[in-house]
């Protein structure tokens, strides 16, 4: 079975200052990894995802992640961050070849102030 | 995209009373899922559905069911809702290129479902 951790339920940061979100993974099989934010009083959007090949993958609206696995790790990162970016932000995993079911970590809380 | 709403939107209910709430995709995506929201949870699973008829159970499937007599339409059913079920629920459909996972998986609004 899966598990993902993320490890912050808050981030606050200022605009235009860099944000790592963090996620950690667990799982004894080889995995799907996404990122899905969800903002305020709206469903989740899918942002980006590893499938396989490049471990480094880029969302259109400036967001990348980068896939390690030998720390089963699957960070968020943007440079620059907007106040739009203001949402929560889920980490989830899936096996490859199973049920195609998807854990998802607690989410973090992105806050970006002016 | 692949349509896909539930129904309704919001509701309050009684405790102990049945509730329905409805998935339906306008594609012929052959997996759908419900999941609960919930703060501090994330997203939990609590069942799945793989084809017509073919269902499963996920991590919080206790007091509830589901049906799919259609490909079109996943039912989850509260049989006697309490209070720790008033939750946010989420309908997705998994979708496929040919027999290949490839694109996660598309949301639907959810449900904000309250028990009183």
């Known amino acids: 079975a899966q598990s993902v951790t993320q490890l912050d339920s808050q981030v606050p940061v200022f605009e235009e200052a860099p944000v790592e979100l963090r996620c950690n993974y667990s799982?004894?099989?080889?995995?799907?990894l996404f990122w899905y934010v969800q903002y305020p009083n709206q469903g989740l959007q899918l942002l980006l995802k590893y499938l396989s090949g490049s471990t480094l993958v880029e969302s259109i609206n400036g967001f990348e992640a980068e896939f390690n696995k030998s720390q089963t790790s699957f960070h968020l990162r943007k440079p620059s961050v907007h106040i739009s970016d203001t949402a929560e932000y889920f980490c989830a995993v899936s096996d490859q070849g199973g049920s195609e079911k998807l854990v998802f970590g607690k989410g973090t809380k992105l806050t970006v102030n002016p | 995209d692949a349509g896909i709403t539930q129904s309704p939107r919001h509701k309050v209910t009684e405790t102990g009373t049945p509730v329905t709430l409805r998935c339906h995709q306008t594609?012929?995506?052959?997996?759908m899922y419900w999941y609960r929201q919930d703060p501090g949870h994330g997203l939990r699973l609590i069942h799945y559905s793989y084809g017509v008829k073919d269902t499963d159970k996920g991590e919080v499937s206790d007091g509830y069911s589901v049906s799919r007599s259609k490909t079109e339409d996943f039912l989850l059913t509260l049989e006697s809702a309490t209070s720790s079920q008033t939750s946010v629920y989420f309908c997705?459909?998994?979708?496929?290129?040919?027999?290949?996972?490839?694109?996660?998986?598309?949301f639907g609004s959810g449900t904000r479902l309250t028990v009183v």
């Open positions: 997705a459909i998994s979708q496929r290129v040919g027999e290949e996972f490839t694109y996660g998986y598309t």
């Open positions: 594609e012929n995506h052959r997996y």
């Open positions: 799982s004894s099989v080889s995995v799907y």
